[in-house]
Nanobody
């Protein structure tokens, strides 16, 4: 079993930057897709950045540190409309004998306000 633990959320002023972290509770045998989603109050959860293919989605970019079992979401030029709970999502093969499985982080609140 794998647990994804998020950190780095908080209050930031418009135009500011923030880096979110998502750390897996154990070493992963093989990584598949690793994404970041967000959900604002009253809205559906939406994909904001993915680690597959193009890693630059404008203001948001992703990176990974395999040694630390961690993926990051780098957010720049934040706007009030970016306020939401941010979730990491990973599809990984935890061990050599397991299939690919999907996991979600618990979510971290990001609030952009002056």
């Amino acid at each position: 079993q794998v647990e994804l633990v998020e950190s780095g959320g908080g209050l930031v002023q418009p135009g500011g930057s923030l880096r979110l972290s998502c750390t897996a509770s154990r070493r992963i045998f093989r990584y598949g897709t690793m994404d970041w989603y967000r959900q604002a109050p009253g809205k559906e959860r939406e994909l904001v950045a993915s680690s597959t293919g193009d890693r630059t989605q404008g203001r948001f970019t992703t990176s990974r540190d395999y040694d630390k079992n961690t993926m990051y979401l780098h957010m720049n030029a934040l706007k009030p409309e970016d306020t939401a709970v941010y979730y990491c999502h990973a599809r990984v093969k935890p061990s050599i004998e397991s299939p690919y499985l999907e996991y979600w982080g618990q979510g971290t609140q990001v609030t952009v306000s002056s």
